[in-house]
């Protein structure tokens, strides 16, 4: 493509729309219940399992907002138990996604 050359919308161009309007996003508030809130294992069964999905996945807590997929990016939360966090995810799997993510949290990583 030439820069400033009059372009029509071609076949490529339409893919790109539809797969771009097919993104989903997300939210939903958990609340860390297990006693020793965040720690190692339970951030890496996150991670596990959030990078089994196309989607991104961000965790809010207040202000802060880091990558889900990020085991040291979670670790910065200091998230003890009775923190709320906010799981998005942003993506064509995303309601799969955060269901999966809010599940595993509700079930309190299976720690107990």
Do not use: W, Y
């Not at 998230?79 to 906010?86: D, H, K």
């Amino acid at each position: 493509m030439v820069c400033g050359a009059d372009h029509k919308l071609g076949v490529d161009d339409r893919h790109i729309r539809n797969q771009v309007t097919e993104q989903k996003k997300v939210s939903k508030v958990v609340t860390i219940v297990n006693k020793q809130g965040l720690h190692a294992r339970p951030i890496m069964q996150f991670v596990d399992l959030a990078n089994r999905f196309q989607s991104q996945i961000t965790i809010t807590k207040g202000t802060q907002v880091v990558d889900g997929k990020s085991p040291m990016e979670i670790m910065l939360l200091e998230a003890i138990c009775g923190t709320e966090l906010t799981l998005t995810t942003v993506g064509s799997d995303a309601e799969q996604a955060l269901d999966a993510l809010a599940d595993l949290v509700a079930r309190r990583f299976e720690a107990e």
